[in-house]
């Protein structure tokens, strides 16, 4: 299974996670869920795959983590 490390604050990058998610649970859960939406949305069951739409909003969902995990 091939993996990544978490983009995430909370985890501070130590978890290893499956190439099918962006982070790990915990720092998943800290992103709004607006940001979380958008990306579910932008990813459309793997047809928007690297699209525009899904970069930008897996770089909103991770600038939003990182807020929130900073507070």
Request: aromatic share 4%.
């Amino acid at each position: 299974m091939t993996t990544h490390k978490c983009p995430g604050v909370l985890c501070g990058g130590r978890v290893q996670v499956p190439a099918s998610r962006l982070m790990c649970r915990e720092d998943w859960f800290a992103v709004p869920v607006a940001e979380r939406d958008a990306v579910n949305a932008a990813w459309d069951r793997g047809r928007g795959r690297m699209s525009a739409a899904h970069r930008a909003a897996v770089r909103d969902a991770i600038e939003a983590n990182r807020r929130e995990g900073t507070r």
